[in-house]
């Protein structure tokens, strides 16, 4: 049995899946390059993943300070939520 990594539907044949992920273009694997290998959406490399900057940053072994600094960019990006008063 194989499954599909989006919907986690099962088929019994290679040939199957592949039918299966022509018909459901949203079950295609990312090839975004985040990774060196076809993979799910979201994986903690891939580029659609908010936080994929910082660790790819990480695995280049970048300094101390090219870490904060794209801390500090993705903080810019996202933006800083807004705190509502108390009710109480």
């Known amino acids: 049995m194989i499954r599909c ?3 986690r539907t099962r088929r019994s044949s290679y040939f199957l899946m592949l039918l299966h992920r022509e018909l459901h273009k949203e079950c295609r694997p990312c090839t975004c390059g985040g990774y060196h290998f076809p993979h799910r959406k979201g994986w903690p490399y891939c580029y659609s ?3 994929a900057e910082l660790r790819h940053a990480l695995r280049r072994c970048e300094s101390d300070e090219d870490v904060l600094d794209v801390l500090v960019d993705m ?7 807004s705190f509502e008063p108390c009710p109480f």
Do not use: I, R, S
């Open 49 to 51: 993943n908010p936080k």
């Open 5 to 7: 990594n989006e919907c």
């Open 75 to 81: 903080a810019w990006e996202t933006g800083v939520p």
